[in-house]
């Protein structure tokens, strides 16, 4: 029958009379009719070519007579079969003229919008589709441009049926379903350019839709409620953003419309977080949901089992495959998953009376399997654990995932890239023979990376990681010529215009680390190696201040620095501490050594840093620019109220905003001439300024190396090696500390600590200082001794240096307590900031105004008894009612804020608390609740000196002890030039103790009558713990907690 039909229909189009006259006959149509619906149903070739050979006939025959309705119609129609058969075929000439008949109708519907919409809809459709399989750009920017154009239609017409407006509905319904196309347009094409600017606007589009869709379009608010998440995910990639991750937990755990698609997004939502914090039981918990996740697609994996790779032997890989398999199979077992889902809201998910959703998109389907593959590996990587067959189910799913995607996809080079990542992690923990893991490693990432084309952001981790792969290759090979193209591959990332921050990051610091280390294939002389690893260092730690953006909040920053090397500045100062060894010119080993300074400053108490430049001194930009300086107040005013805040994800895009506006004021400064290096990194030259009278001591830890470095008044600067000391041995201690500081009983291992920070650092520093001639051949016996600031690195912050010494210290057995005042500092930088506040005093001692806080306690903390007796000794010292004093139920948080505006001294009595989750939490405990070091770090103060004696007021963070976030840190940002402080809890007996010493000191009578100056306060602090070592006999426990920082 069909060939009766296209016999009339050919003699339709090729008659020479109907050439004269042109015209359909009702015969014709129905014809072609059956052509268009019947025919496809085949899906044999010949019929379907037939078909299409007739519809194009059909064509022609149409733009012959003139026939502009049937026109459209089999345009359209022959874009539905070349459509069709290319889903069958897979030929790229049949999707291509597909989209070229679209293209046509959407020329020919002018005058119908709806016919016009659904064309540039399907041609939409179809660009974009075109662009996932053959990642050419042109496609995906022709799919955005024809939506724009499409979603402009409804704005032009409204059709009216029986005197009816029925436009206004289904515009509404129209604009949500737009939104969310288009919102995935954005994303794709992010993915593929890194343009942020498509993922900001993507996720505002999918967060107003999800607002305004209804409850009963499910399938649009699952749709978009997906892209939502892909595009928060991608964000928290670029940014760090931790408010990120929140939103999609709540859109996750809140979804009334609970599927397996939620438990897969929780899965990818763990890995996530895992790759930044590194949690062992987020990657647990990863494996436990993307194994969950894969269930609803077990026909898949029973039907669809990977064939052996060329290269592999097939027996052994057919060994592997069948166990995994059999492992496999172990997820359809209903026990198995409810084991994972007990007592939580996704067992009913996988209950038998569940409804699970199939997996008809490609796309779902293999990232589920490829999120699995990566779950497993990154668990096996780190777990203590292993069972090395859990490999085989990583590899395997992978291979599957790699498999099912479309061969020129993105995603097939992405699941190639973590494929390779699998057979490398491998090869590191299982050291199969012949190296044949490595080799597939780096020959599976060689041929992602060819495809991931610039500037494609994800490029970037790929190049890092096939890094890796190469130097794991020259390592188990010897080939040099792989250690050489790895290097160059890393300094490539590091210097990328393209790609996301924080991946350029990583690369960068694993080619300053690579090149710093000991190596079989050093190609260079040390020095030339040592300078191209200083080069990289300095990229990283560059990069680290744009990772660490102040845009960001106060949990996103620390985040962010939890994800890289702990004691990176460190060793980028070794590296040029090395450098400076190595040179025989005097003035440039001082260039090295001033640049190992600069660098541990920059890659130090960031936090601290950015916000100070929030509070930098515009007068002399008011005398030229007075309209650009005010309005850069302006931000800096405001941005300075949340530079130490959390908030939700509104209050986060605020503050986004103003950081955008800060940097575009800050770039036009610039741009002015005499301000070229306006709010810059400070050079060694100004920072050395802030050793001032006193001497500044740098205690430089690292894993290659440890060393001081002595910054006199005048003069060069000193280096200090340390062969004694080692970063191993600094971090026992300081976890000894902590295990003992509970105990009541030390048995003396506060003394051992003592005694090996006396022999590994002071003991060399003093020999030093006395060369130099700052500290006297013998501990002075009365008078003030010399001033010794220290700026401890890393870990050994934690430890009491001032209280160094031999054991059971004296006189007799003097320690550091005998030969210098010792204070601390976080970093020069903001020595030299609290140097520039005293200093516009123009050499004037203000007048004390005192205020003391007292709030005894009571609760689970206890009470302190002491508390009172401490203001009552500070009064004493003072005329009667010089002093402000709030006590008890009187010091709530708002009136002791309020407080602290109007005076410059004062002094805390109460509980303090030490957040080591998150330190900018650390709080001082009032009588309604906690003044913590964020609210105190956002007030501009001019305060002069604080006495804090609170428990731990100086301990920092234990993962981020270079950031020196603590109590007495905020008060010296906020104003407070001079702090006494605590680094751990203290008996409550001594706070009087010390109190009484240091005001009868600070407030003594002076010859010239000058007031109390707060300059004072370290050589106070220093008679008052004298005082309790040799006369109360204090052990080193006791009263080594007490310590000053600042001026």
């Known amino acids: 029958m069909h060939d009766d039909h296209f016999h009339i229909l050919d003699n339709t189009s090729t008659n020479p009379e109907n050439d004269a006259v042109p015209e359909l006959t009702v015969d014709a149509l129905e014809v072609i009719e059956l052509a268009v619906i019947v025919i496809p149903l085949h899906k044999e070739p010949l019929i379907v070519e037939s078909a299409i050979d007739s519809l194009q006939k059909s064509v022609t025959l ?53 016919a016009l919409a659904s064309c540039y809809g399907h041609l939409v459709h179809e660009l974009s589709l075109k662009f996932e399989l053959f990642q050419n750009r042109s496609d995906l920017e022709d799919a955005i441009l024809s939506h724009e154009t499409m979603g402009k239609l409804p704005q032009r017409s409204t059709k009216h049926v029986d005197g009816a407006m029925i436009a206004s509905s289904r515009r ?173 809201w996704w067992q009913e998910v996988l209950s038998p009376g569940s409804r699970m959703r199939p997996v008809n998109s490609w796309v779902e389907e293999t990232s589920r399997l490829h999120d699995l593959g990566c779950a497993i590996t990154k668990q096996f990587a780190v777990s203590p654990l292993r069972d090395n067959r859990q490999m085989s189910i990583a590899l395997t799913v992978l291979r599957l995932a790699e498999q099912l995607a479309p061969r020129n996809s993105s995603q097939r080079w992405e699941y190639l890239f973590s494929l390779g990542t699998s057979h490398r ?103 030339t190696q040592l300078q191209r690893a200083l080069e990289g260092y300095k990229k990283a730690i560059s990069l680290l201040a744009r990772a660490v953006w102040i845009g960001l909040s106060t949990s996103s920053r620390l985040a962010r620095l939890h994800s890289v090397p ?36 920059q890659g130090r108490a960031i936090l601290w840093s950015q916000a100070s430049q929030l509070h930098a001194d515009l007068r002399l930009l008011s005398t030229r620019q007075p309209e650009l300086a005010a309005e850069l107040n302006g ?145 002075r016996s009365s008078g003030a001794a010399p001033h010794i600031r220290w700026c401890l690195t890393g870990r050994l912050a934690f430890l009491p240096i001032h209280a160094a010494g031999p054991r059971y210290q ?39 105004r005192v205020l003391a806080v007292c709030h005894s306690g009571g609760d689970e903390r206890g009470r302190l008894p002491k508390a009172k007796e401490e203001v009552e000794i500070l009064c004493s010292c003072l005329k009667p009612g010089a002093a402000s004093v709030i006590m008890d139920n009187e010091a709530r948080v708002d009136a002791v804020s309020d407080a602290l505006k109007k005076s410059n001294w004062v002094h805390f009595a109460c509980h303090g608390t030490q957040n080591k989750t998150n330190p900018m939490d650390s709080a001082l405990v009032l009588d309604d609740g906690r003044l913590p070091v964020s609210k105190l770090a956002e007030q501009n103060l001019k305060g002069e000196f604080a006495m804090l004696l609170a428990c731990e007021t100086a301990m920092g963070m234990p993962g981020l002890s270079d950031e020196a976030i603590h109590v007495a840190a905020g008060l010296h940002f906020a104003g407070f030039n001079s702090v006494v402080a605590t680094m751990w809890s203290i008996c409550d007996e001594h706070g009087p103790i010390v109190a009484g010493k240091v005001y009868k000191y600070l407030f003594r009578k002076k010859e010239d009558g000058s007031p109390a100056d707060a300059l004072e306060a370290a050589q106070a602090l220093r008679k008052a713990l004298l005082f309790l070592r040799d006369k109360q006999k204090l052990s080193v426990r006791d009263w080594a907690p007490f310590m000053h920082f600042g001026l």
Not at 579 to 586: F, R, V
Not at 673 to 695: E, I, K, V
Not at 817 to 838: G, H, K, N, P
Request: glycine share 4%.
């Open 62 to 114: 149409m733009r012959r007579c003139s026939q502009q309705k049937p026109l459209i119609f089999f345009i359209t129609q022959l874009a539905r079969l070349f459509f069709s058969r290319f889903q069958d075929v897979q030929e790229i000439r049949d999707l291509n003229q597909s989209i070229i008949h679209l293209r046509e109708g959407t020329n020919l519907f002018a005058a119908d919008n709806v």
């Open 172 to 344: 509404i319904a129209a604009s949500d379903d737009w939104r969310t196309t288009h919102t995935n347009l954005l994303f794709l094409r992010f993915m593929d350019t890194g343009q942020l600017q498509d993922l900001q606007s993507a996720i505002e589009m999918a967060e107003d839709v999800l607002q305004g869709c209804p409850d009963g379009k499910p399938p649009l608010r699952e749709e978009v409620s997906t892209c939502l998440v892909n595009c928060l995910m991608q964000r928290f990639r670029v940014h760090g953003r931790v408010e990120d991750l929140r939103r999609i937990e709540e859109l996750v755990l809140h979804d009334s419309a609970r599927s397996i698609d939620n438990v897969h997004i929780l899965g990818k939502l763990l890995i996530t977080a895992f790759d930044w914090f590194r949690h062992q039981e987020f990657i647990d918990e990863a494996v436990k949901y993307s194994h969950l996740s894969v269930i609803a697609m077990s026909s898949t994996l029973k039907t669809r089992i990977p064939t052996p790779q060329d290269g592999i032997p097939e027996a052994e890989e057919l060994e592997e495959l069948t166990f995994a398999q059999a492992a496999l199979q172990q997820l359809y077992n209903a026990e198995f998953a409810a084991r994972y889902t007990q007592q939580s």
């Open 425 to 527: 992690v491998r090869h590191e923990i299982v050291q199969q023979p012949g190296w044949k893991d490595i080799k597939r490693a780096v020959e599976l990432q060689s041929k992602a990376v060819e495809k991931l084309l610039v500037p494609n952001p994800r490029r970037i981790p790929a190049l890092s990681s096939l890094a890796c792969s190469l130097l794991q290759l020259a390592q188990a090979s010897g080939d040099e010529t792989q250690y050489y193209r790895a290097v160059e591959l890393l300094e490539h990332v590091a210097d990328a215009f393209y790609g996301f921050i924080h991946d350029r990051l990583e690369g960068a610091i694993l080619w300053a680390s690579l090149l710093h280390s000991d190596t079989p294939f050093s190609f260079e002389d040390e020095q």
């Open 566 to 601: 702990k004691t990176f500045a460190s060793d980028a100062a070794a590296c040029a501490i090395r450098l400076a060894e190595l040179q025989s010119d005097p003035q440039r080993r001082q260039q090295y050594l001033g640049t190992a300074v600069e660098l541990l400053d």
């Open 635 to 779: 931000v800096a005013a405001e941005l300075a109220r949340t530079a130490f805040k959390d908030g939700n994800a509104d209050s986060g895009n605020a503050t986004a905003d103003l950081a955008y506006k800060w940097d575009e004021l800050v770039d036009r400064v610039r741009q002015l001439d005499g301000f070229h290096d306006f709010l810059r990194s400070t050079p060694f030259a100004a920072l050395r300024q802030a050793a001032g009278p006193t001497t500044i001591i740098i205690v430089n830890v690292s894993e290659h190396r440890c060393d001081t470095i002595i910054i006199p008044s005048q003069g060069a600067v000193h280096l200090v090696p340390l062969p004694k000391l080692s970063k191993s041995q600094v971090d026992d201690n300081v976890q000894d500390i902590h295990s003992l500081l509970p105990s009541k009983d030390d048995r003396g291992e506060f003394e051992t600590i003592a005694h090996d920070l006396w022999g590994d650092i002071c003991q060399p520093v003093l020999a030093e200082l006395r060369e130099m001639g700052i500290v006297d051949q013998s501990p």
């Open 810 to 848: 004296s006189r007799r057995k003097p320690g550091m307590l005998d030969w210098v005042t010792s204070s601390y500092i976080s970093t020069l930088f903001m020595l030299l900031r609290a140097q520039q506040r005293r200093e516009a005093l123009q050499g004037q001692v203000p007048v004390p």
